[in-house]
């Protein structure tokens, strides 16, 4: 069974960056594509971008390109997701998600993040 | 970027009752639909994948139909702890983009 574990709650200054971590267990990390996807106070569900560890490939949303980071570290089973210059519209949970096969069958607790001066 | 629209935005049914929630994309997505539950304060849980199956451990009155750009989800008879937000998801291109979500509701 695979879990996913992520950071914990973040409070950011506009203008600053926030970078949350996934660690998973169960299953083989490498062999598997994580997701980022957020959800800003009472809205829908976002999706951000993913990561191919045993490759290293990443694909973005444009909304977020240029702004999101997304990383792993294969050695330590933990996705990264980084994302800059925050505004207050970036106050938001933050998950990861294990894609497979374009299907996202497990999720983290979910990342809260807040964004004031 | 493909829209993914669900329909109706809110519900209110009883235990009990039959429920459908449509979702209609922008363009023909084949069955690369999937639906998830999501209830106050945690993670989005996946229901059905490939439009139509059924994730290991939900319970056999969801289930999911259509292919293109039409989809519905069913429950067949609602139980109390079904009352929840559902959100229709797109996977047949990037950026993944989600329904709006349907709210179910107590009646």
């Known amino acids: 069974q695979v879990q996913l574990v992520q950071s914990g709650a973040e409070v950011k200054k506009p203008g600053s960056s926030v970078k949350v971590s996934c660690k998973a267990s169960?299953?083989?990390?490498?062999?598997?594509?994580i997701s980022w996807v957020r959800q800003a106070p009472g809205q829908g569900l976002e999706w951000m971008g993913r990561?191919?560890?045993?490759?290293?490939?990443?694909n973005y949303a444009q909304k977020f390109q240029g702004r999101v980071t997304i990383t792993a570290d294969e050695s330590t089973s933990t996705a990264f997701m980084e994302l800059s210059t925050l505004t207050s519209e970036d106050a938001a949970v933050y998950y990861c998600?294990?894609?497979?096969?374009?299907?996202?069958?497990?999720w983290g607790q979910g990342t809260l993040v807040t964004v004031s001066s | 970027d493909i829209q993914m629209t669900q329909s109706p935005s809110s519900l209110s049914a009883s235990v009990g009752d039959r429920v459908t929630i449509t979702c209609r994309a922008s363009q023909s997505i084949s069955s690369y639909l999937n639906w998830y539950q999501q209830k106050p304060g945690k993670a989005p849980n996946l229901l059905i994948y490939?439009?139509?199956s059924l994730q290991s451990g939900v319970p056999s009155r969801f289930s999911g139909s259509g292919s293109g750009a039409d989809f519905t989800l069913t429950i067949s008879s609602l139980q109390p702890e079904d009352f929840a937000t559902y959100y229709c998801q797109q996977s047949y291109s990037t950026p993944y983009t989600f329904g709006q979500g349907t709210k179910l509701e107590i009646k």
């Open positions: 490939a439009a139509s």
């Open positions: 998600a294990r894609d497979g096969a374009s299907v996202m069958d497990f």
């Open positions: 990561i191919i560890p045993m490759f290293g490939t990443t």
């Open positions: 169960g299953g083989t990390f490498s062999s598997y594509t």
